[in-house]
């Protein structure tokens, strides 16, 4: 009896569809046992998890090439050596001091002399959060305090009006401010989102690695952000 109950409301809440459902397409649906309606996401519209990368390799015991496939944790090594801070090539003829953050790679690079640079993977702006231009460190802070935006409080109203600087804070353990502008370069209590696009507009770092920044990079110092569309010649004719 149980089943035919179950049956017939899944029958009742599917019938309910206003839109046809398709493959990763949720609808709404009306819960006749609930009397409210829900979200619907048919069977198979769940996007798959990206494969983990293959490699082909020579078995000399065999004398076969075989396929490997790495591991979740081999696939975060490598992830994690990707952006880990180091010195690069950099030849350009903005001075010394000069951050320049390339949103779309998600590197940000000092300008160091004798051509090079100290380069830093970073966190970015989501998609509809991007932006792009030439700003100044107004302020830095150690530790600072988060104060979320009205804008970012309409959008996320459970979030906290005011975080005190420490481990917690999502600002991590430095700070540096840019102009009169909402965003920031600063650390992050998220480690893992380095070299991803999950910000409203701030430019985070591992904190060791705003630490590292913090020190090197005065008040007044230049930031030039490029964005996905900007003229990266800038950038282009450094790295080559």
């Known amino acids: 009896m149980n089943r035919l109950l179950t049956l017939a409301a899944s029958a009742a809440l599917v019938a309910a569809v206003s839109v046809p459902a398709m493959a990763g397409q949720a609808v709404r649906v009306w819960d006749p046992q609930n009397e409210r309606w829900i979200n619907y996401q048919p069977i198979g519209s769940k996007p798959k998890t990206a494969p983990r990368p293959q490699y082909r390799y020579y078995d000399p015991t065999s004398g076969k090439w075989k396929t490997y496939q790495a591991s979740r944790d081999e696939m975060r090594a490598i992830h994690e050596a990707q952006y880990r801070r180091r010195v690069v090539p950099f030849r350009t003829n903005e001075p010394v001091g000069t951050v320049i953050i390339d949103t779309a790679t998600r590197y940000l690079y000092l300008v160091e002399p004798n051509g090079q640079a100290i380069r830093y993977g970073i966190g ?94 005065p008040v007044g110092a230049k930031v030039i952000v490029l964005g996905v569309e900007s003229d990266r010649r800038i950038l282009t004719a450094a790295l080559e």
């Open 124 to 217: 970015v702006g989501r998609d509809g959060f991007t932006w792009n231009g030439v700003e100044r460190v107004s302020r830095k802070a150690e530790w600072p305090d988060w104060r979320p935006p009205a804008e970012m409080l309409a959008r996320q109203p459970n979030l906290p009006e005011f975080v005190p600087g420490g481990p917690e804070n999502p600002l991590g353990a430095r700070a540096l401010y840019l102009g009169s502008t909402l965003y920031r370069i600063h650390g992050t209590n998220e480690a893992w989102s380095i070299g991803y696009a999950v910000s409203s507009g701030c430019i985070r770092l591992k904190n060791e690695d705003v630490a590292d920044l913090y020190n090197r990079v």
